[in-house]
């Protein structure tokens, strides 16, 4: 499977800002949708933002107004810059591949290993 190696995650204080990004295979990376996920221990993995491939994005009301998705096909990466965060984004934060019809994810259940996000005083 292509990886996806993503990097950014560290400690934070509430209200403070993180800007993560996913690396990714420039040879496919411009012909697919891209979403990060993220997943807390003991809770469901859930889809915090998504970007097609002409720029089209959506976002998970929890995170709406505070996250943006973008994507640089020269460089082969999307980001999530995180503002205003809040101690319930604490999380791994995982990118992948995704449906843009469903939002569902693609490339089976292999998930990498993520990036660390903890938002704490």
């Known amino acids: 499977q292509v990886q996806l190696v993503e990097s950014g995650g560290g400690l934070v204080q509430p209200g403070g800002s993180l800007r993560l990004s996913c690396a990714a295979s420039r040879s496919i990376f411009s012909f697919n949708a891209m979403g990060w996920y993220r997943q807390a221990p003991g809770k469901q993995r859930e889809l915090v933002a998504a970007i097609s491939t002409v720029g089209s994005v959506k976002y998970a009301d929890s995170v709406k107004g505070r996250f943006t998705i973008s994507r640089d096909n020269a460089k082969a990466t999307v980001y999530l810059q995180m503002n205003s965060l809040k101690p319930e984004d604490t999380a791994v934060y995982y990118c992948?591949?995704?449906?843009?019809?469903?939002?569902?994810?693609?490339?089976?259940?292999?998930w990498g290993q993520g990036t660390q996000v903890t938002v704490s005083s």
């Open positions: 992948k591949w995704l449906n843009w019809g469903n939002l569902s994810p693609l490339g089976g259940d292999y």
